[in-house]
């Protein structure tokens, strides 16, 4: 992490809104502890009329109305006044899908202290586009629906950038295991009681074998991510969706010649057993998601 805190400047016309936002949880206790710093800028601030106008009518008629372009402009110069180069991002559901990778890359420019992030949390029916083209680098969305203003979808990014810093989780493994990580959705997870209205937990998280925990997160991930969101799977790149082959592969062997060299009732036979299971699982869905996308 840089010496000086990393520096996430809002753009909005609602700053109690996004303060409220991150003031909670390890996201909050970094703000206080120095982790980072919020600067909200509201480009009321920056008007000349008494009414402090921000929007006007659209050109060529359409429904709602359109943020200012100068008073936009002139609530990124303020920022700019720190000689800090910027990475200005619009909240806009036209713009590309927020995902774990993009937060990584954001987290990992902001930790090493040369860049300083500004999202511009719009409102209305959006942004004059010239002011985008001027000021912006990139459009970010946070999903495929539209919410009333960027303030709650800049909230999402700031907390899910800043979880991938050093200093902001206690354990920093957490963000490492949090799905989306390895191109997967994480594993089942379990806590005591060992035994609840009549549901186990698995046996091989309680092999007390770390191998063997990992070959089961690994398998039950997978099945996970076929089940719920094979789309995942599908934008892989070819050499990601080898490396996971080669995985499934070498989980299979230990598996098996696991179950040979223990004996039947004995916890490791036991472990291997449900791996076993869940690649059969695992086996099926992936010949599903092989047929649907063969041509026709």
């Known amino acids: 992490m840089s010496q000086r805190p990393i520096a996430i400047h809002v753009v909005t016309l609602m700053p109690d809104l996004v303060r409220s936002a991150v003031a909670h949880g390890v996201i909050g206790q970094a703000l206080k502890d120095g982790v980072w710093q919020l600067d909200l800028v509201n480009p ?12 006007d009518r659209v050109f ?3 429904d709602g109305m359109l943020m200012l372009a100068e008073t936009l402009a002139r609530s990124v110069e303020k920022v700019r006044t720190r000689a800090v180069p910027l990475r200005v991002i619009h909240l806009s559901p036209r713009g590309r899908k927020f995902d ?11 930790a090493a202290g040369d860049t300083e992030l500004v999202l511009i949390a719009s409102r209305y029916a959006g942004v004059d586009e010239r002011f985008i083209e001027e000021f912006c680098d990139d459009e970010v969305s946070v999903g495929d629906y ?15 950038i800043l979880r ?23 594993s089942a997870q379990y806590t005591r009681p060992r035994e609840w209205r009549g549901r186990d937990v698995p046996t091989a998280l ?18 996970t991510t076929l089940e719920r969101r094979p ?9 990601e969706r080898d490396s996971i082959v080669e995985k499934l592969l070498a989980i299979e062997q230990r598996a098996h010649k696991a179950v040979k060299a223990s004996k039947s009732a004995s916890v490791k036979a036991s472990a291997a057993q449900e791996i076993l299971v869940l690649l059969d699982q695992v086996k099926v869905q992936l010949s599903r998601l092989v047929q649907t996308k063969e041509p026709s």
């Open 164 to 186: 991938h810093v050093p200093g902001v989780l206690g354990n920093q493994a957490s963000s490492e295991n949090d799905s989306f990580s390895n191109g997967l959705l994480e």
């Open 100 to 110: 774990d990778r993009l937060a990584r890359d954001l987290a990992q420019t902001l």
């Open 231 to 239: 789309d995942l799977l599908s934008a892989s790149s070819v050499a």
């Open 146 to 160: 539209v919410v009333s203003g960027g303030e709650l979808p800049a909230a999402i990014m700031i907390d899910a």
């Open 60 to 62: 060529g008629g359409s």
């Open 44 to 55: 009321r601030e920056f008007t000349s009329d008494v009414h402090h106008t921000v929007d």
């Open 206 to 223: 309680l092999s007390g074998d770390p191998a063997v925990i990992d070959d089961w997160k690994f398998a039950e991930g997978l099945r």
